[in-house]
Antibody
């Protein structure tokens, strides 16, 4: 069975950084991708970025490009999202989601449970 | 690519049908559109991909259609558990984008 299990909720101050992890199991990443999608309170879904195994150049939404790092740790089958210089507008639930292909042009068939990141002074 | 969903809200009764629309600001390559259902407090769930293919385990009362710039999700006979937000997503162009959602209340 496919599982994506994310790390727990985070509370951060403006200007800080946050790392969210997504541990995967039940599939071989070489045929898929891991994407990050966020959802601000009461708002819709917003694609953040993408990574696939062996691809050293993850793709990001331009809204996050300078503040975001996405990595894949093959031994633990875990994806990480690092977001820097946080502002209150980054307060959201961050989801990891499996892309059905290794291409960035993909939709998402399995999702993590979500990680709430709250940014407040 | 900006996706505009309509209507914003639907309020219907069990057994009725629902038609949800998703319009793209420019043509989407092929039929690279997916639909998701999201219930309160839950992660989204894939319903439809390739504009018209039901995902695994999705009841056949859900169907999708469309191409180019106009796409539709139809729910043929609503059940109470279909109360949710519904989002379309395009994956024919980078960055990937989602519509603003339609809230279906039953």
């Amino acid at each position: 069975q496919v599982h994506l299990v994310q790390s727990g909720a985070e509370v951060k101050k403006p200007g800080a950084s946050v790392t969210v992890s997504c541990k995967t199991s039940g599939f071989n990443i070489s045929h898929y991708s891991i994407n990050w999608v966020r959802q601000a309170p009461g708002r819709g879904l917003d694609w953040v970025g993408w990574i696939s195994d062996g691809n050293v150049f993850p793709q990001f939404s331009l809204n996050f490009r300078d503040r975001l790092t996405i990595t894949w740790d093959a031994p633990t089958a875990t994806a990480y999202m690092d977001l820097r210089s946080l502002t209150s507008e980054d307060t959201a639930i961050y989801y990891c989601a499996r892309g059905i292909s290794a291409s960035v042009s993909t939709h998402f068939d399995h999702w993590g449970q979500g990680t709430l990141v709250s940014v407040s002074s | 690519v900006v996706l505009t969903q309509s209507p914003g809200t639907l309020s219907l009764s069990p057994g009725e049908g629902a038609t949800l629309f998703c319009r793209a600001s420019q043509g989407i390559g092929g039929t690279s559109v997916a639909w998701y259902q999201q219930k309160r407090g839950q992660a989204p769930r894939l319903l439809i991909y390739g504009a018209a293919t039901r995902a695994t385990g999705i009841p056949d009362r859900f169907s999708g259609s469309g191409s180019g710039t106009d796409f539709t999700l139809t729910i043929s006979s609503l059940e109470p558990e279909d109360s949710a937000m519904y989002y379309c997503q395009q994956y024919g162009n980078i960055p990937l984008t989602f519509g603003g959602g339609t809230n279906v209340g039953i």
